[in-house]
């Protein structure tokens, strides 16, 4: 269902400033700020949190910055995310062809959106992206550290793990195509068992062990969905940052959780490539 050709902000002046110059000033110190916990290069992947900027814009930081030295090659980006506002049988493509940010507009690409369109678990529809806060807040971190691009947004509700794992094979693509995963991990926690239940679901990331629940990140089918591409595709997982909102700007009795997890290709796997 279409309801326009481009889909505009939604939470701009709610979760991120709507003053461009503002929204500027304010990534740009995020991401001179952000000291991953580890020195990754040239992502393939990122897990990233969706979650208001003075929230969990330093944790997204820490990922984008880690993404920045990719201006020149990333020309697609994959971004995949769940649907918080209304329900999705599994996958849902925007209609519009165009997203929206005050930092301008990003075109969708038009190939991938007509090919989603033959999967049978893909709808077309604007309504699930209207309001939907996961995809957008990612938008003006992309705009900042990339060159022009093309975005495939893809909410998702009611899929698999499998089904996740087998849109990224498709998409997969090669060092022009960035895949972001957009997820926060659990809510509403008081502090201390938030940081316990947190530095076990992201261990379990580490590990590329699928079966992560909703409980652990609202985001869980399209981590999975990565975790079950990632060894064959020879990438494996980084952890940049691990905090929560009781680490950055609320209080510690109920917190949600942040990580951003880099997937980078692994030593082995280029090794081998250089055969």
């Known amino acids: 269902m279409a309801t326009a050709s481009i889909r505009p902000a939604a939470v701009a002046g709610y979760f991120y400033p709507d003053d461009p110059h503002v929204l500027q000033a304010q990534i740009g110190e995020m991401l001179s700020t952000a000291v991953p916990l580890e020195a990754v290069s040239a992502p393939k992947a990122l897990i990233v949190p969706h979650a208001g900027y003075v929230y969990s814009g330093p944790v997204a930081a820490s990922a984008y910055a880690a993404a920045a030295g990719l201006r020149d090659v990333v020309r697609r980006v994959v971004l995949l995310g769940p649907a ?29 959106w007509l090919a989603l369109q033959q999967r049978a678990d893909v709808v077309v529809d604007d309504r699930p992206h209207a309001l939907e806060h996961c995809l ?40 022009e195509t960035l895949i972001v995963i957009s997820s926060d991990l ?11 239940t947190d530095r076990s679901s992201v261990d379990q990331i580490l590990k590329l062990r699928t079966g992560l629940d909703h409980d652990q990140a609202c985001g869980a ?32 009795a109920r917190v949600v959780g942040y990580t951003s997890i880099a997937f980078c290709e692994s030593s082995s796997h280029a090794a081998s490539a250089r055969h």
């Open 186 to 196: 659990s809510h509403y926690q008081p502090y201390a068992q938030a940081c316990c």
């Open 221 to 252: 089918t399209p981590i999975n969905g990565l975790l079950r591409v990632a060894a064959r595709h020879g990438v494996e997982p980084h952890l940049l940052d691990l905090r929560n909102s009781g680490d950055t700007a609320g209080d510690r």
């Open 136 to 175: 957008e807040v990612q938008l003006p971190f992309l705009q900042t550290i990339l060159d022009a691009f093309e975005l495939v947004p893809l909410l998702v509700g009611g899929a698999s793990g499998d089904q996740v794992a087998d849109i990224l094979d498709a998409l997969w693509g090669g060092p």
């Open 84 to 112: 918080h506002r209304m329900p999705v049988a599994s996958f849902a493509l925007p209609a519009a062809q165009v997203f929206s940010t005050p930092l301008g507009q990003v075109p969708v690409s038009r190939t991938d």
